[in-house]
């Protein structure tokens, strides 16, 4: 079956830090994601992407969020300034046009120190 | 608001045994409904996917149930393995790509 893949697995950064989260959804999925889960809680919905503009986000997804997906295949969560609070798993997640079936990639592991 | 709850919040079988877990959502309009099984530090796989008009799914030991009426849906898994063990999360889509998650059952199953 066809994956999404998410580099770095493991990211540790220093607060105040900018990181970039990157995804290659599967080839001819239109609609991509980017869901962040804490420890121990519930899968969070942070944006959604279709068509090169963001489609919609949470209330999460704030300024100091950005989506990019700079060459058709890449697709990057990019957080200007890291803070403590945003130490989590983010999910990077595609769905083709029609077939309502989200497939997540394995997760890249934010920790912010 | 679209929610999706589901109970229990975490479980503990022993292995060999059953469990049944609940999903109650209240997302409209709705398109279809999906179970996923997360594995500790893995993303979501979907394990099945039950659409308005179906009522009984069943994919190896995993049998899914949707009640359209009462907007409730059911995973029951059978005679439970310990790689059973992981956090199931209903999920509903609600067409235009709108997609509402659970709030996840853990499951542990233990020898």
């Known amino acids: 079956e066809p994956e999404v893949t998410q580099t770095p697995s493991h990211q540790v950064t220093q607060m105040g830090q900018e990181v970039i989260l990157r995804c290659v959804p599967i080839?001819?999925?239109?609609?991509f994601y980017w869901y962040r889960q804490i420890l121990g809680q519930k899968v969070e919905f942070l944006v959604s992407?279709?068509?090169?503009?963001?489609?919609?986000k949470s209330e999460i997804f704030d300024d100091q969020f950005s989506v990019e997906r700079p060459d058709g295949s890449n697709f990057t969560l990019k957080i200007r300034s890291t803070k403590l609070e945003d130490s989590a798993m983010y999910f990077c997640a595609s769905m083709s046009s029609g077939h309502e079936k989200l497939f997540f990639g394995s997760g890249t592991q934010l920790s912010v120190l | 608001k679209n929610q999706v709850e589901q109970s229990p919040q975490s479980l503990i079988i022993l292995e060999g045994k059953n469990c049944t877990l609940q999903c109650n959502y209240t997302v409209s309009p709705f398109s279809n409904l999906r179970w996923y099984k997360q594995d500790t530090g893995r993303g979501p796989v979907s394990l099945t996917i039950m659409t308005f008009s179906e009522n009984t799914k069943s994919n190896g030991r995993y049998t899914a149930t949707l009640d359209a009426d009462t907007k409730q849906s059911s995973l029951h898994i059978t005679a439970s393995q310990l790689s059973d063990s992981a956090s199931y999360i209903c999920v509903v889509y609600g067409g235009y790509q709108k997609v509402t998650f659970g709030t996840g059952t853990k499951l542990q199953v233990i020898p």
């Open positions: 080839s001819n999925h239109l609609y």
């Open positions: 992407f279709y068509n090169n503009e963001i489609s919609e």
